[in-house]
């Protein structure tokens, strides 16, 4: 399984790649929308999971939401937000624009694996 980690914080991406990395995930980096596209058009197969981030120069992670879902090739990817922003209108703006899951920073390893046992992504027990 692949992992796409969207972070313009170098410190934030080695974090969330060693929780996805210790799940089974093999893990693509990009610090920003823009990037992740162009590393997405490189790979050959589509990542099962993208971890993004709102708030990031070039192109932020609802932006880079709204392109993802307009490709249908990229129908299967579950994309899930991780990012400071709290306000319950950016929440439902970041599902309403196909995020599946939405997770708050700062965080712990057991809430992200919760996130992804609830979308089918790993198994209940699984630890990071």
């Known amino acids: 399984m692949q992992a796409m980690v969207i972070d313009d914080s170098r410190a934030m991406r080695l974090i969330l790649a060693r929780i ?8 693509v980096q990009a610090g920003n ?3 992740a596209l162009e590393r997405l058009a490189e790979l050959e ?8 981030d709102w ?14 879902r307009k490709e249908p090739r990229y129908k299967s990817m579950t994309l899930m937000m991780v990012t400071t922003e709290s306000e319950q209108g950016q929440i439902v703006r970041a599902l309403a624009a ?26 209940n027990g699984d630890s990071a």
């Open 45 to 52: 197969s589509t990542p099962e999971l993208a971890l993004v």
């Open 55 to 68: 708030n990031m120069p070039e192109m932020n992670g609802l932006e880079f939401i709204v392109a993802v």
């Open 98 to 123: 196909g995020a599946h899951e939405y997770v708050i920073k700062p965080f712990t390893p057991d809430a992200i694996v919760e996130k992804l046992a609830l979308l089918g992504l790993v198994r």
């Open 33 to 35: 929308g823009r990037e």
């Open 20 to 27: 996805a990395g210790q799940l089974g995930f093999d893990v």
